[in-house]
């Protein structure tokens, strides 16, 4: 079977208005397009585009193990975690237990499923991964205290925090300490701001601080690292990694959940004792994702997981790819140009970027 999909977008208050029509082509709503989601998710499930008809019911009932979607941010989304399966299914089945409806503001997990994700940029795409090194937090927190004007309540509080910091399992208790303080940091986050004008450093807290005033994700921000990816790079997100998509376009592939524990940088819930069991404290280095050639014109981009394989084709006239045995359902997504797709029983599909 070869069919076109469809689906609305989704509009997040984070969304962009202008990436995905300006980059795709399509009519502007007026109103935010954050996401597009292609798959059987239950969540935003996509249709046949000619008969209107979900893309479950045509697959038989059978779901698809991963997700695709287009993603547009034109301001931040939440700094965020995922579950791994066992934690998923745990907490799937304790929010069950408890009575906690699907809908609800405080509902942590949609389903049962872990969600390791990979992002491919279109546009420059700008993003916080993964923790930075004990001695850059280190440095980081020292810093803070460098202004000759520092409050004396910052300077408490950065001390504080070097003490935590510097115990065992500093990290964590770090990270719970911020998080905890949420409601209370509206000094703290102003004083940051303060000290871009002194360092770099704080610039991103300054921006982040503009939306989201005395946030707790403001000064998480600072212990990320702060990636910027160029067109065609890929990050790869495991369980566990804490992270924020900032601004840009891009292609995500996630395993088919929709399970997010939330850590800063929004008004929605924020679970904290659920959010540190499923984190990795961790350093993280940054590595992009590494392809492998197929063929001419064809590379996959590596991940550790089985639920999906991202390949990218880069065709011209003198390049076919012809004879591929791609295991499973495959959803193909026209980046650029126009292709033409065939199959077996002679089904065509032309797409257009």
Not at 31 to 53: C, F, K, Q, V
Not at 114 to 125: S, Y
Not at 184 to 212: C, K, M, P
Request: aromatic residues 6%; glycine residues 8%.
């Amino acid at each position: 079977m070869l069919v076109k999909i469809t689906n609305n977008a989704r509009d997040y208050a984070w969304g962009s208005k202008s990436l995905i029509p300006d980059y795709f082509g399509v009519p502007a709503t007026g109103r935010p397009m954050a996401e597009i989601w292609y798959g059987t998710h239950e969540g935003s499930p996509a249709r046949l585009t000619d008969t209107n008809e979900p893309l479950l019911s045509a697959l038989g009932g059978q779901p698809l193990p991963f997700l695709l979607k287009i993603l547009a941010a034109d301001t931040p989304l939440s700094i965020q975690a995922h579950p791994n399966s066992a934690q998923a299914a745990d907490g799937f089945a304790r929010e069950n237990a408890a009575g906690i409806g699907f809908q609800a503001s405080d509902r942590n997990y949609k389903d049962d499923r872990h969600k390791p994700e990979m992002i491919v940029a279109l546009t420059e795409f700008e993003a916080l991964c993964g923790f930075k090194s004990t001695k850059q937090i280190r440095n980081l927190l020292e810093s803070m205290l460098d202004p000759t004007d520092v409050s004396d309540g910052l300077r408490t509080l950065v001390n504080h925090w070097l003490e935590v910091f510097g115990s065992e399992d500093g990290l964590r208790k770090l990270f719970v300490d911020i998080v905890s303080r949420r409601g209370n940091l509206d000094g703290v986050t102003a004083e940051l701001t303060q000290q871009a004008n002194l360092s770099a450093q704080f610039e991103l807290a300054a921006r982040l601080n503009i939306l989201y005033p005395g946030d707790p994700g403001v000064v998480l921000a600072l212990l990320m690292n702060h990636v910027w990816l160029s067109p065609g790079e890929a990050l790869f997100l495991p369980a566990g990694n804490i992270h924020a998509y900032l601004s840009g376009l891009g292609v995500e592939i996630m395993a088919a959940s929709d399970n997010v524990l939330r850590g800063g940088l929004t008004p929605k819930h924020i679970d904290v004792a659920e959010l540190e069991r499923v984190l990795v404290f961790a350093e993280t280095e940054i590595e992009l994702v590494k392809t492998r050639e197929l063929a001419k014109g064809l590379v996959e981009l590596e991940t550790p997981v089985d639920d999906f394989i991202l390949y990218r084709a880069e065709l011209s006239g003198g390049v076919v790819l012809a004879d591929l045995n791609i295991p499973g359902a495959t959803i193909v997504l026209c980046t650029a140009g126009e292709i033409a797709l065939s199959n077996s029983i002679e089904e065509r599909v032309v797409l257009k970027r």
